[in-house]
């Protein structure tokens, strides 16, 4: 039996629970010991976005054959709850050697409930997300790594790279 499926519509505020657990733990690393949840310090544990994105999830997550995918791992415990999440899209970017075609698969959101880490779940969902991404036809999939998931990232063949990256919130 596959652990993995891709995500629905009906999975969307389950989506934006586990984004949630990735930026409020990207938060906490990037802030060190006592950040995070509640530390009043300005961490991700804002939700109230969830509301005004809820629609737009569900949306996405009913195109088939759209640009964004999201594969997710049933919650053993809890029905109707997730385990896991990894999301993307694919993108086009004008071509170059070795990727002419310019399509690029862009990972931006890997999540595990806290209590289901460990399992081999992010692993699963990362590499459904793969073989989406090479049936596609990508040339190259980008994402940022934290440190704590590089060494999971590195075994499914990514490496860093130097990265100019700058970007204007509009």
Same mark, same amino acid.
């Given at each position: ?100 075609? =310019?399509? &690029?698969?862009?990972?931006? @959101? /890997?999540?595990?409930? $806290?209590?289901?880490?460990?399992? #081999?779940?992010? *692993?699963? %969902? ?12 990508? =040339?190259? &999939?980008?994402?940022?790594? @934290? /440190?704590?998931?590089? $060494?999971?990232?590195?075994?499914? #063949?990514?490496? *860093?790279? %130097? ?8």
């Amino acid at each position: 039996m596959n652990l993995v499926r891709r995500a629905t519509p009906e999975d969307a505020e389950e989506l934006l629970r586990l984004r949630q657990v990735m930026i409020d733990s990207v938060f906490a690393v990037e802030s060190g010991p006592g950040a995070g949840a509640g530390s009043g310090s300005g961490s991700g544990s804002d939700t109230s976005w969830h509301a005004e994105s809820l629609a737009t999830v569900r949306h996405r997550l009913a195109e088939p054959e759209g640009s964004f995918v999201a594969f997710v791992v049933d919650h053993p415990e809890r029905p109707d709850g997730l385990a896991a999440l990894v999301a993307g899209s694919l993108e086009y970017r004008i071509g170059r050697a070795g990727n002419p075609h =310019g399509r &690029v698969g862009c990972v931006f @959101s /890997v999540a595990t409930d $806290p209590d289901q880490r460990r399992k #081999g779940y992010a *692993r699963a %969902a990362m590499e459904a997300l793969l073989d989406w991404f090479r049936e596609h036809g990508a =040339g190259s &999939v980008d994402l940022n790594a @934290s /440190v704590e998931a590089e $060494p999971l990232y590195a075994s499914l #063949g990514f490496v *860093r790279k %130097a990265d100019p990256s700058m970007r204007l919130n509009l």
